[in-house]
């Protein structure tokens, strides 16, 4: 399988995964110099690019979008158009328009649109959603996702105060997926309503809470962006209760940070007492030794990517809740725009 990357920042730290799981990595591209010279010494052999649109007629089977942010969708639309798999991360749009022309382009393509959200797929996340799926929670009625990092305000001050950076580009609201994704796939629902509040009204822009009316009725509560007191930098959390039992990712350091506590109730067991435990997710083995939790999730997504393209199975995360998933953050930063008014989601499941 021919793959190329696009985007040589988390690009690069793909296409090594993208090696290590048997595929050929043949053409890579970034518009920063010095992220091409490190490809050429990591990669060789590789065709090393500045312009995008050199991959489109160099015989992909399909290319991995790791570019900025709030660019994936037109390379994504060039790329399908040309009968290409297309794994895209973070934001697959960023307005409803743009979200219609990916869904259009995916669906008429012979080729497949894949969300590389690997968040869906970290263990504590499956841990949860197969709790969901097996009926131990019941109904679902609150569920909770945090994707949080914790770090100095010197340190976030320059991030999201470049304007020559995404980041200093896009609404607090708009890094969602981590948190939406998750919670989407879990329930099996689709954001209905979105209202978003800023976390510290005198420090509006570093850290956002929204809640999320979803197609189920559950309401979902996510936060994200720059908050302290988490034991890791990159920190995700989800919490799910339902009208029988609770299950929520341990807050701990380390590895346990992916197990989950389920805790059933009392008036459900014939005992008549209650029930709490602690659940490890079995590791994930590659060459015969365990991957490293924080890597599972990128680890399943590419070999979903890799399966989709060689064996034709689908997507593991397809293109209309990646949409979905990305269009909260818009419906947010509008919410945001209007003092946190309820935001209406435009629909995209599948009639």
């Not at 690069?12 to 970034?30: F, I, K, N, Q």
């Not at 929204?210 to 990159?234: C, I, K, N, W």
């Not at 365990?290 to 999730?297: N, T």
Request: charged share 25%.
């Amino acid at each position: 399988m021919r793959v190329g990357v696009i985007g040589l920042k988390m690009g690069l730290h793909l296409a090594g995964w993208c090696r290590r799981l048997g595929m050929e990595v043949v053409a890579v591209c970034d518009r920063d110099a010095a992220r091409r010279e490190a490809a050429r010494e990591e990669l060789p052999g590789a065709m090393v690019t500045e312009r995008w649109e050199e991959l489109l007629d160099h015989g992909l089977d399909g290319v991995v979008l790791a570019n900025d942010f709030d660019e994936h969708a037109p390379l994504a639309i060039a790329f399908l158009e040309r009968g290409v798999h297309v794994l895209s991360e973070c934001a697959a749009c960023v307005d409803e328009d743009e979200g219609r022309r990916l869904i259009a382009a995916a669906e008429r393509s012979a080729a497949t649109y894949s969300f590389a959200e690997n968040y869906v797929h970290h263990p504590h996340v499956r841990l949860i959603r197969q709790a969901v799926e097996a009926g131990e929670l019941g109904r679902v009625s609150v569920i909770e996702a945090d994707y949080l990092h914790g770090m100095s305000p010197e340190t976030v001050a320059a991030l999201i105060g470049d304007p020559g950076s995404w980041r200093g580009r896009i609404s607090a609201a708009a890094y969602c997926t981590h948190t939406l994704s998750p919670v989407l796939a879990v329930t099996s629902a689709w954001p209905v309503e979105v209202s978003a509040f800023p976390a510290d009204g005198a420090d509006p822009d570093k850290a956002v809470v929204m809640a999320v009316r979803l197609s189920t009725g559950a309401l979902a509560v996510t936060r994200h962006g720059f908050l302290q007191g988490e034991p890791d930098s990159h920190w995700s959390w989800l919490s799910v209760r339902g009208t029988r039992a609770l299950a929520e990712s341990v807050r701990a350091p380390g590895e346990r940070a992916y197990s989950v506590r389920v805790r059933t109730e009392g008036w459900t067991r014939p005992d008549g007492a209650g029930r709490e435990e602690e659940r490890v997710p079995p590791p994930l083995v590659l060459d015969g030794r365990p991957v490293e939790r924080q890597a599972e999730g990128t680890v399943r997504i590419l070999q979903g990517f890799r399966a989709t393209v060689e064996h034709g199975r689908p997507p593991l995360i397809p293109v209309r809740p990646a949409v979905a998933a990305s269009l909260v953050g818009t419906a947010g930063a509008e919410s945001l725009k209007n003092g946190s008014r309820p935001v209406r989601m435009p629909l995209f499941a599948p009639e």
